[in-house]
């Protein structure tokens, strides 16, 4: 009775509540604490007491004063990388961004034409990498210390990295939904009091979904999919999108990036997000210099920089996992993120992926009945 009653009263109040939100001005703070961070550029670039760049090429960069990234990252995110980059060496990136997909056909079909405009390509989905790879994209380059870098990080004799990891978890609306009665597992979203109060995203959006998509299989079991579809979940095309409807109270709950929750949330988004019991699912973003690049020192300046520490941390106030093991997981919201060995981030190999990938596919589709 509570909760229906509490229902009841969110269904008058919310509109007034998410208009107020609405106007609010959003905070001063960015996600990103740029100013903090000390450059010394007298002899190359060391950023607090790191050494990314000896003067060589860190003037050679200079020189060229710009780079060209063609990136599938999440945009307000990846603009934050782009300004912390820009604060520490002055060098001007140029970005083109696009979704996985779209990004991969323009990519091979530049570099099938022989005029790839990009200096440097992220993108996410190791099948999407493996063959921007395949095709010729990638040149090799060693970032500092890449010789301690695993084969989880350095891909193919440093043709290109796995940079960070997004987590993919839910979120839910904080005007909708008081914290205490927030869902605290996967499973607690089979509970019939979310039914007709769930936004998800369609497994065929890109490396992501399937990502979460495995890590539900393995991780919940072969009930837990069939649940979810009972609830009547509304279907998204991308993950932004189902935020935008959830920071919007078009749903009151919705799985959604933790990086993407924070950024929304900084804007004045009622939204916060929740580490399930289970854990979160953990997918790639890659990053590597192209054989074509026009700015060859800028691109592999703009590299190292992504794998350093200060790279790392930026990485990590986004909200996202970094690569590096000795950068300290996120706190994001107030909430510290669980270490890489607690068994909560989940990182499923990217030929594990591949593998289940059609059957994974065909079996969602069946299952919510989306076409």
């Not at 970005?95 to 091979?108: K, Y």
């Not at 109270?249 to 399930?276: H, L, M, R, Y």
Request: charged fraction near 25%; include cysteine; hydrophobic fraction near 40%.
């Amino acid at each position: 009775m509570r909760t229906r009653l509490r229902y009841a009263l969110t269904a008058l109040t919310v509109p007034l509540a998410l208009a107020a939100a609405s106007c609010a001005a959003p905070p001063s703070v960015a996600v990103v604490d740029a100013e903090s961070a000390a450059v010394d550029t007298s002899d190359g670039l060391v950023v607090d007491g790191e050494r990314i760049a000896d003067a060589e090429l860190f003037e050679a960069a200079r020189a060229e004063g710009s780079l060209s990234l063609y990136s599938g990252y999440v945009e307000n995110s990846e603009k934050q990388v782009i300004a912390a980059f820009e604060r520490d060496t002055g060098i001007e990136v140029n970005l083109v961004r696009l979704v996985p997909n779209r990004l991969a056909e323009r990519v091979l079909s530049e570099q099938g034409a022989g005029r790839l405009g990009a200096d440097v390509v992220r993108t996410s989905d190791y099948d999407i990498a493996m063959r921007m790879y395949d095709a010729g994209v990638f040149t090799g380059h060693d970032v500092p210390g890449a010789d301690s870098l695993d084969d989880t990080v350095r891909y193919r004799d440093g043709a290109f990295y796995r940079v960070f990891n997004p987590l993919y978890t839910f979120a839910y609306n904080t005007v909708l939904v008081d914290p205490e009665d927030a869902p605290t597992s996967w499973e607690g979203l089979t509970e019939d009091r979310w039914r007709g109060h769930l936004g998800i995203t369609q497994v065929g959006a890109g490396g992501s979904s399937l990502t979460l998509t495995r890590f539900q299989e393995e991780r919940l079991g072969p009930d837990f999919l069939p649940a979810l579809a009972d609830q009547r979940p509304r279907i998204f095309d991308s993950s932004s999108a189902a935020l935008e409807s959830l920071a919007r109270g078009e749903v009151s709950v919705a799985t959604a990036v933790v990086s993407s929750v924070n950024i929304a949330a900084a804007k004045n988004a009622p939204v916060d997000f929740v580490v399930p019991e289970e854990g979160m699912a953990a997918y790639d973003y890659f990053v590597g210099k192209t054989t074509s690049a026009r700015h060859e020192a800028a691109a592999e300046l703009f590299l190292d920089w992504n794998l350093s520490q200060r790279g790392q941390d930026v990485f990590r106030q986004i909200g996202e996992f970094p690569a590096r093991s000795d950068v300290s997981p996120p706190e994001i919201l107030g909430q510290q993120l669980p270490a890489a060995d607690s068994g909560l981030i989940v990182r499923i190999p990217p030929q594990d992926l591949l593998d289940a990938a059609e059957a994974d596919q065909r079996r969602w589709l069946s299952l919510f009945g989306y076409l």
